[in-house]
């Protein structure tokens, strides 16, 4: 994990970024009126970055353009960081120094972000690890108006957000519902709230209807994990639920998927999961003083003599019949009984993450998550304008009434898929059935993994859903 410190001066030596403008104070870094006359002429070309070597370090200066919205000028600077960092792997720097020459705040906070998601690698199964481990070890912001509070909150988010790369990306064999119990677990026990973990037998005594159809399947035992983080001084009376889809392996079951670019991805079918949990790490640390509860139901979805059909009927934890039209639409079944579940602690929020629905995917591509919310309206947009903050949107889709009509069953209460069209809002409005609190769902089938890097995004598990959730609940 990369370490990002603070000071309060600019080093004399040691490779640095300066973000920066024409009109910035270059004579305080050392720089000649040489240099300075150069970085000016190349800045008003419009040189997307400019390199000053002075012998045993290099002095890049990363034009800054004020005249953008803070959201896009923020993201423009992750970016430029993330193509930075491609240059520092290759020249193999282990320390870089990012100083603010722009006097804007966020923005230096913003450049190592953007360096240290770059910087994430999955190395756990490749052999020659020291070959292709990325060198950069250490970034350090120069900059008086950012705190040691402001850095620790961002190692903190860092940390959280490798931690869910690193559990979506783990291969399906050996992350079983039973091992990502017991990453949970681990994590509450480093960062500081309480987990609670029923498996096969609590599951079955529970009556979580959805989660044993789903189960059925397959030879491993289904978890069903609490998380809470309660301190003293939380401000909210009655606690905000997260929720989190944990399918280890999605096959399809009878309704099987095709193998190329489909099934073969689907280990990250439990990104949601993930999510929480790493947002459950990140909130702890900070020490966030608000009262959540997260519930990450967790199974995987095989292909059995055993394994549920299309055509079922199941009970879900609730009471409601549920026919099942489509054994691979099984991630809205075990959310259904979480979403249930979530009653008993009176919720003034529940916000569930996953990766539910193609066609969230076809809709939207990569760039966004599907959003949909029955809560007040400011809160769904406080959400929203937090997603803009950190470049993790989200695209509203409609949550009205009528999409839920196509769900109705002639031989049970509900069907688990609805008609040809609005596939995420169809099963958006099946989950909104197994609630009775203000509750916004978060389909992000799109962006939580990627077959190539998007910038900081890099390949595999992004994470995504982590720094947005963690900017809501900072904010709240």
């Not at 640095?16 to 040489?34: E, Q």
């Not at 002639?410 to 209460?413: G, K, L, Q, S, V």
């Given at each position: 994990?990369?370490?990002?410190?603070?000071?309060k001066d600019?080093?004399?030596?040691?490779h640095?970024?300066?973000?920066?403008?024409?009109?910035?104070?270059?004579?305080?870094?050392?720089?000649?009126?040489?240099e300075?006359s150069?970085?000016q002429?190349?800045?008003?070309a419009?040189?997307?970055?400019?390199?000053?070597?002075q012998?045993?370090r290099?002095i890049?200066?990363?034009p800054v353009?004020?005249?953008?919205t803070d959201?896009?000028?923020?993201?423009?600077v992750?970016?430029?960081?993330?193509?930075l960092?491609?240059?520092?792997?290759?020249?193999k720097?282990?320390?870089?120094?990012?100083a603010?020459?722009?006097?804007?705040?966020?923005?230096?906070?913003?450049?190592?972000?953007g360096?240290?998601?770059?910087?994430y690698?999955f190395l756990?199964?490749?052999?020659?690890?020291?070959?292709?481990q990325?060198?950069?070890?250490?970034?350090?912001?120069?900059e008086?108006?950012?705190?040691?509070?402001d850095v620790d909150?961002?190692?903190?988010?860092?940390?959280?957000v490798?931690?869910a790369?690193?559990l979506?990306?783990?291969?399906?064999?050996f992350?079983?519902?039973?091992q990502l119990?017991?990453?949970i677990?681990?994590?509450?026990?480093d960062?500081?709230?309480?987990?609670?973990?029923?498996?096969?037998?609590?599951?079955?005594d529970?009556?979580?209807?959805?989660?044993?159809?789903?189960?059925q399947?397959?030879?491993?035992?289904?978890?069903?994990?609490i998380?809470?983080?309660?301190p003293?001084?939380?401000r909210?009376k009655?606690p905000?639920?997260?929720?989190g889809?944990?399918?280890?392996?999605?096959t399809?079951?009878?309704?099987?998927?095709?193998?190329?670019?489909?099934?073969d991805?689907?280990?990250?079918d439990?990104?949601?999961?993930?999510?929480i949990?790493?947002?459950?790490?990140a909130?702890t640390?900070?020490?966030?003083p608000?009262h959540?509860?997260?519930l990450?139901p967790?199974?995987?979805?095989r292909?059995?003599?055993?394994a549920?059909?299309?055509g079922?009927?199941?009970t879900m934890?609730?009471?409601?019949s549920v026919e099942?039209?489509?054994?691979d639409?099984?991630?809205?079944?075990?959310?259904?009984?979480?979403?249930?579940?979530?009653?008993?602690y009176?919720?003034e929020?529940?916000?569930?993450?996953?990766t539910?629905?193609?066609?969230?995917?076809r809709a939207?591509?990569?760039?966004a998550?599907?959003?949909?919310?029955?809560?007040?309206?400011e809160?769904?947009e406080?959400l929203?304008?937090?997603?803009?903050?950190?470049?993790?949107?989200?695209?509203?889709?409609?949550?009205?009434?009528?999409y839920?009509e196509?769900?109705?069953s002639?031989?049970?209460?509900l069907?688990?898929?609805?008609?040809e069209?609005?596939?995420m809002?169809?099963?958006?409005?099946f989950?909104e059935?197994?609630?009775?609190?203000?509750?916004?769902?978060?389909?992000?089938?799109?962006?939580?993994?990627?077959?190539?890097?998007?910038?900081?995004?890099v390949?595999?598990g992004?994470g995504?859903?982590v720094r947005?959730l963690?900017?809501f609940l900072?904010?709240?």
């Open positions: 994990m990369i370490q990002i410190t603070v000071r600019v080093p004399g030596s040691g640095i970024v300066l973000l920066a403008t024409t009109s910035s104070d270059f004579g305080r870094y050392g720089l000649s009126d040489k300075i150069h970085i002429t190349q800045i008003e419009k040189i997307a970055l400019i390199t000053i070597s012998g045993d290099t890049f200066i990363q353009d004020l005249t953008n959201n896009k000028e923020k993201e423009n992750r970016r430029n960081a993330a193509k960092h491609q240059h520092l792997a290759q020249q720097v282990r320390i870089i120094t990012v603010d020459a722009v006097e804007k705040p966020g923005l230096t906070i913003a450049f190592a972000e360096l240290a998601l770059s910087n690698q756990k199964y490749i052999s020659n690890k020291a070959e292709k990325h060198s950069l070890a250490e970034i350090v912001i120069a008086s108006s950012v705190s040691q509070s909150g961002l190692n903190y988010l860092l940390a959280a490798y931690k790369r690193d979506v990306n783990e291969p399906a064999n992350m079983t519902p039973v119990a017991d990453e677990e681990t994590l509450g026990k960062a500081g709230f309480k987990v609670q973990v029923f498996r096969k037998t609590e599951i079955q529970l009556k979580l209807g959805g989660i044993l159809a789903v189960n399947g397959s030879v491993e035992e289904p978890t069903f994990s998380l809470e983080w309660n003293a001084n939380a909210n009655h905000i639920v997260l929720v889809k944990g399918i280890t392996y999605d399809g079951g009878h309704s099987l998927k095709p193998t190329p670019n489909s099934m991805y689907m280990k990250c439990m990104a949601g999961g993930a999510v949990a790493a947002v459950f790490y909130i640390k900070a020490n966030l608000l959540v509860i997260g990450v967790s199974t995987d979805n292909l059995s003599a055993q549920y059909s299309p079922d009927i199941i934890f609730d009471g409601t099942v039209l489509n054994t639409a099984e991630g809205r079944l075990i959310l259904a009984d979480a979403l249930s579940y979530a009653k008993r009176d919720p929020l529940v916000i569930d993450a996953a539910l629905t193609g066609a969230a995917h939207i591509g990569e760039q998550m599907a959003g949909m919310s029955n809560a007040p309206r809160v769904m406080r929203k304008d937090c997603g803009e903050a950190v470049h993790e949107r989200i695209a509203e889709f409609p949550f009205w009434d009528e839920a196509c769900l109705k002639d031989i049970a209460d069907k688990n898929v609805g008609g069209y609005a596939g809002i169809t099963a958006g409005k989950l059935h197994f609630t009775a609190y203000p509750y916004i769902h978060l389909d992000i089938a799109g962006p939580a993994f990627l077959k190539a890097t998007d910038s900081y995004r390949k595999g992004t995504v859903g947005l963690f900017e900072k904010n709240y």
